[in-house]
């Protein structure tokens, strides 16, 4: 059972480059996240998904895209990478998104820098 | 908007000894949830500890334990007996109760270092 699983685990982009983080949970969940960590800070939430065909923005979407085409996977598109978009990254998901033992199980984050 | 404090960056304890890291939170909410996350450097996430906001009894895991005063909106995390294992980024999450909310707000964290 790997749970949430995330590549790459590092990447340097240059300016203006584009890239897709890959996100794939192998527990059935139909809820699934992109989050953010900028150095110093919490999580803040990019993207989410109720279920497969069906995306919404968070706090912080300016930049990225998302697509929910199976219950599996979740890949967060960066079309022009910035410098402010140097952060790490981390994919999550739940079986539901309530009540507090619906727990969200995090990927291990990829560390994306921008230069 | 909900908001998360952790007012300690840092923190350091001798192992074995008890050491208790801070939390407040801004909501006009009634009904949440609060949980402390561990962060070690492999960057894992993994839940320490959850509260739901409508039971008065503190939770309790093993080492790990909360007070949680709800009037004040302060939730602190106890960690007894430190381990050594126990050297992480911690921190404290707030989630609405409401039909359909998914976000976890987070604080900033606190490091907490183990002195052997």
């Known amino acids: 059972n790997a749970g949430v699983t995330q590549t790459p685990k590092f990447r340097i982009l240059k300016i203006g480059q584009s890239m897709t983080l890959q996100c794939t949970q192998d527990m059935n969940h139909n809820y699934m996240y992109w989050y953010r960590q900028d150095p110093g800070m919490g999580l803040k939430l990019i993207y989410y998904s109720v279920g497969a065909g069906i995306t919404d923005k968070g706090e912080v979407p300016n930049g990225y895209n998302v697509s929910r085409s199976t219950t599996e996977d979740f890949p967060l598109r960066l079309e022009l990478a910035a410098p402010s978009q140097t952060s790490v990254y981390f994919c999550?998901?739940?079986?539901?998104?309530?009540?507090?033992?619906?727990?969200?199980?995090f990927g291990p984050g990829t560390r994306l820098t921008v230069l | 908007a909900q908001t998360v404090t952790q007012s300690q960056p840092e923190m350091s304890v001798q192992e074995a000894e008890t050491v208790t890291l801070s939390c407040t939170y801004d909501t006009s909410e009634s009904d949440y949830y609060l949980f402390w996350y561990k962060q070690p450097p492999s960057r894992q996430m993994i839940l320490v500890i959850r509260q739901e906001a409508y039971k008065q009894q503190n939770a309790t895991e093993n080492r790990f334990s909360v007070n949680f005063q709800k009037a004040a909106k302060s939730f602190s995390l106890k960690i007894s007996d430190s381990q050594l294992g126990d050297a992480a980024m911690y921190f404290c999450a707030y989630r609405s109760a409401r039909m359909g909310a998914q976000k976890l707000v987070f604080g900033q964290g606190t490091r907490l270092t183990i002195n052997p």
């Open positions: 999550a998901s739940s079986r539901t998104s309530g009540g507090s033992t619906d727990t969200q199980y």
